[in-house]
């Protein structure tokens, strides 16, 4: 299937905004959803609606089994060996506030360090900001090479025998690299510190085996890979996740209660207090099965493809800026000019073309950058280099709108 039959199972893409064909460029930020997972939420609420892991009657055991084949899906998606190191949680947010409060309070302590990088998205920043603060442990970066990725050199200077955590995204929102993950883990572990990956954006785009990256947790969120918003998992290795304590505590999550102690379930229903998120969950097992059917060959590919392209189409622009390395994940961030970046989002919305202007989230990286804001599009499997070329004009009307800044 190319990209224009694929952007025809996604039925909101099928619009115009501001009189123009959408043109939606925004990937990064949320996916759009595939008609199969619109009709699997629709069939669960229509059909099947009921809470989870409680007993006998029919629509509850088959609402149990979607839930818990959703977790499987995700098991397999990640390549994990065992279905209780997945734990479903809102999204990549609430899976490394997981692990900062859990194993964080358990392993980090005064004068410990905990090590990550200046391209974090702030999900990745503060929850260890927290913990160092909490804890009296300190907070290390390690320094990025002038296009926006790490040297191995300085993984190896940062990562000491105090590290506890290595925190680092697999692929940052806004320079695109592509962080290696299995190298740093080595090291980490030659030191005896866990590496806690953010996945948000590598797992919507390109094969992930957390067994062959050797990470011990992994995070990311459905919604950017065709999911339901409100659900994504976090992977942890099972000897580390049967050690820690759950976060929060109530229903779905307990074993037996007395008056004054309790204790809780097994793997990974510790985790899970409360009534789970079940539509999301089987919603982000519909999205895998529209993902992994289309091949991460093809999605690696496709995306690499319409990368080399915006390169070749926005190269012709004069006064443009690309931030970050030449190889990269699927997303372009970029200054025009001295244009503001949402001066140049709000010329290309009128044009139908949605692409995000801010800080990203990423506030340390923006001042690494030495910039405000930018503006970035970022593409998934439905964009084409049509959308490209969409973008191209778009970027050369602004430049005309805005032609006294460049005079
Ligand atoms: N980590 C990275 C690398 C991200 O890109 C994002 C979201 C998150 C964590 C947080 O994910 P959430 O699902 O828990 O919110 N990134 C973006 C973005 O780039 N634009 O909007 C959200």
Same mark, same amino acid.
């Given at each position: 299937?190319?990209?224009?039959?694929?952007?025809?199972?996604?039925?909101?893409?099928?619009?115009?905004?501001?009189?123009?064909?959408? @043109?939606?460029?925004?990937?990064?930020?949320?996916?759009?959803?595939?008609?199969?997972?619109?009709?699997?939420?629709?069939?669960?609420?229509?059909?099947?609606?009921?809470?989870?892991?409680?007993?006998?009657?029919?629509? +509850?055991?088959?609402?149990?089994?979607?839930?818990?084949?959703?977790?499987?899906?995700?098991?397999?998606?990640?390549?994990?060996?065992?279905?209780?190191?997945?734990?479903?949680?809102?999204? %990549?947010?609430?899976?490394?506030?997981?692990?900062?409060?859990?194993?964080?309070?358990?392993?980090?302590?005064?004068?410990?360090?905990?090590?990550?990088?200046?391209?974090?998205?702030?999900?990745?920043?503060?929850? *260890?900001?927290?913990?160092?603060?909490?804890?009296?442990?300190?907070?290390? $970066?390690?320094?990025?090479?002038?296009?926006?990725?790490?040297?191995?050199?300085?993984?190896?200077?940062?990562?000491?025998?105090?590290?506890?955590?290595?925190?680092?995204?697999?692929?940052?929102?806004?320079? +695109?690299?592509?962080?290696?993950?299995?190298?740093?883990?080595?090291?980490?572990?030659?030191?005896?510190?866990?590496?806690?990956?953010?996945?948000?954006?590598?797992?919507? /785009?390109? /094969?992930?085996?957390?067994?062959?990256?050797?990470?011990?947790? $992994?995070?990311?969120?459905? /919604?950017?890979?065709?999911?339901?918003?409100? @659900?994504?998992?976090?992977?942890?290795?099972? /000897?580390?996740?049967?050690?820690?304590?759950?976060?929060?505590?109530?229903?779905?999550?307990?074993?037996?209660?007395?008056? $004054?102690?309790?204790?809780?379930?097994?793997?990974? *229903?510790?985790?899970?207090? +409360?009534?789970?998120?079940?539509?999301?969950?089987?919603?982000?097992?519909?999205?895998?099965?529209?993902?992994?059917?289309?091949?991460?060959?093809?999605?690696?590919?496709?995306?690499?493809?319409?990368?080399?392209?915006?390169?070749?189409?926005?190269?012709?622009?004069?006064?443009?800026?690309?931030?970050?390395?030449?190889?990269?994940?699927?997303?372009?961030?970029?200054?025009?000019?001295?244009?503001?970046?949402?001066?140049?989002?709000?010329?290309?919305?009128?044009?139908?073309?949605?692409?995000?202007? +801010?800080?990203?989230?990423?506030?340390?990286?923006?001042?690494?950058?030495?910039?405000?804001?930018?503006?970035?599009?970022?593409?998934?499997?439905?964009?084409?280099?049509?959308?490209?070329?969409?973008? %191209?004009?778009?970027?050369?009307?602004?430049?005309?709108?805005?032609?006294? @800044?460049?005079?």
């Amino acid at each position: 299937m190319n990209a224009t039959e694929i952007k025809k199972l996604f039925p909101i893409l099928d619009q115009n905004v501001n009189g123009n064909p959408l @043109v939606y460029l925004d990937s990064s930020a949320t996916s759009q959803k595939p008609i199969s997972v619109i009709e699997k939420l629709d069939d669960y609420y229509r059909r099947y609606n009921s809470n989870v892991h409680r007993g006998v009657h029919t629509l +509850g055991t088959i609402a149990t089994d979607e839930y818990e084949g959703a977790r499987e899906k995700v098991r397999s998606f990640l390549h994990a060996r065992d279905s209780s190191e997945i734990i479903f949680t809102r999204g %990549t947010t609430t899976s490394l506030n997981l692990v900062a409060s859990s194993y964080g309070n358990d392993n980090v302590g005064e004068g410990d360090e905990i090590v990550i990088t200046p391209m974090e998205h702030h999900s990745n920043i503060i929850p *260890w900001q927290q913990l160092a603060k909490r804890k009296g442990a300190t907070l290390k $970066y390690i320094p990025l090479q002038p296009n926006g990725t790490i040297a191995l050199e300085d993984v190896r200077e940062a990562i000491t025998d105090k590290t506890k955590v290595v925190a680092v995204t697999h692929v940052s929102n806004v320079l +695109g690299t592509i962080n290696p993950i299995k190298e740093m883990a080595e090291i980490a572990h030659r030191h005896g510190a866990v590496v806690v990956v953010d996945g948000a954006q590598s797992a919507p /785009h390109m /094969h992930v085996d957390v067994e062959a990256l050797d990470c011990d947790f $992994y995070a990311f969120s459905g /919604h950017k890979m065709g999911g339901p918003t409100g @659900v994504g998992a976090l992977y942890g290795k099972k /000897h580390l996740l049967e050690a820690m304590e759950p976060v929060e505590f109530g229903g779905e999550m307990i074993d037996f209660v007395g008056l $004054y102690d309790s204790t809780w379930k097994e793997l990974p *229903w510790k985790f899970e207090g +409360g009534t789970p998120i079940i539509a999301g969950a089987i919603g982000l097992g519909a999205a895998i099965d529209f993902v992994t059917d289309l091949g991460f060959d093809e999605i690696e590919k496709h995306e690499k493809e319409l990368v080399d392209y915006s390169f070749e189409r926005l190269g012709e622009l004069k006064d443009f800026t690309i931030f970050g390395p030449r190889e990269r994940a699927g997303l372009i961030t970029f200054q025009l000019g001295d244009v503001h970046p949402h001066d140049v989002a709000t010329v290309l919305d009128a044009e139908g073309i949605a692409v995000r202007a +801010g800080h990203h989230c990423a506030q340390p990286l923006m001042k690494w950058l030495e910039v405000t804001a930018t503006a970035r599009a970022s593409f998934y499997v439905y964009n084409t280099k049509e959308d490209i070329d969409a973008l %191209t004009n778009g970027l050369v009307k602004a430049k005309e709108y805005f032609s006294d @800044v460049f005079s």
